[in-house]
């Protein structure tokens, strides 16, 4: 009896616990990706269906193995769709890692060109911010980084024009036809303007959150780019970075911006 169970712990190898380890750490990115969203459901069920399918294996169930089988292998196609904004956050969450910036760092060492650094006017964009905040107009406003955001772009006005503040505060300007929808920002040019943005499923978000708030979150959630939001009711100004939303007065925003930044801005 001692030796069988000998044998059987001898079995285990430090793979198979680092195996078990590493699937729930995947697991549980997958759920903190999804929680407080509509995915969540959808999430345990396929929890569930894997979980069923490895029990009637052990079962020899053959018949109810092969269904769930197939539908497994069927369904992750499906749920590359069905998760495609969860994907894309996973994916990128990997991307913004120490490992993943360590590596772009040794391509840099090799002498190749990984990215292309460009300094951006924040002096004029704080600025506009602060005088719409004054004067409670609402702004959204995103701040490319890597991602150049061309599909948000394409939704839009297309503006290339020069940073500058007048040319902010007139976009945005309530009687402007250009002022509902986010202006885009990208190389130190205001790209874009009435750009149309997903709106997050996070269903957790405090009530005084509007739609602009809501599609700052939603296009940060997806991207790497900064959100900044004004709000047309207190006249507050937010920073929206991969979700999180930082409180800030007028003159804290350059520093935020250049905290969160992956990119180099003019002083």
């Not at 990128?92 to 840099?108: E, V």
């Not at 990215?115 to 995103?142: H, P, R, Y």
């Not at 709106?199 to 790497?224: C, F, K, M, V």
Request: proline letters at 2%; one cysteine or more; aromatic letters at 8%.
């Amino acid at each position: 009896m001692t030796e069988l169970f000998v044998n059987a712990f001898i079995q285990i190898r430090v793979w198979d616990i680092l195996d078990v380890l590493l699937v729930g750490l995947l697991f549980y990115g997958l759920y903190y990706l999804v929680k407080g969203t509509t995915a969540i459901k959808i999430f345990f069920g396929i929890v569930s269906i894997i979980l069923g399918l490895k029990i009637v294996t052990a079962l020899h169930m053959e018949l109810l193995s092969y269904i769930l089988g197939a539908f497994v292998n069927v369904g992750f196609i499906a749920l590359i769709i069905i998760f495609q904004p969860e994907v894309r956050r996973f994916l990128l969450g990997i991307g913004n890692t120490k490992i993943a910036d360590s590596f772009k760092n040794l391509i840099a060492g090799l002498g190749l060109r990984y990215k292309e650094e460009d300094s951006t006017d924040l002096n004029s964009i704080c600025d506009a911010c602060a005088s719409m905040s004054q004067d409670k107009v609402g702004a959204l406003i995103l701040l490319t980084q890597e991602n150049n955001l061309n599909e948000i772009i394409e939704t839009g006005v297309t503006i290339d024009a020069i940073i500058s503040k007048p040319l902010i505060e007139n976009i945005f300007f309530k009687n402007s036809p250009l002022h509902d929808g986010a202006m885009v920002i990208a190389n130190n040019k205001i790209m874009a303007a009435r750009c149309i943005l997903p709106i997050t499923q996070n269903t957790h978000l405090p009530g005084s959150y509007g739609l602009r708030h809501r599609a700052g979150i939603g296009i940060t959630e997806n991207s790497d780019c900064i959100a900044l939001v004004v709000s047309e009711e207190t006249g507050s100004i937010r920073i929206i970075k991969a979700g999180k939303v930082y409180d800030v007065k007028a003159s804290e925003m350059k520093a935020k911006i250049k905290e969160l930044s992956n990119k180099k801005s003019t002083i």
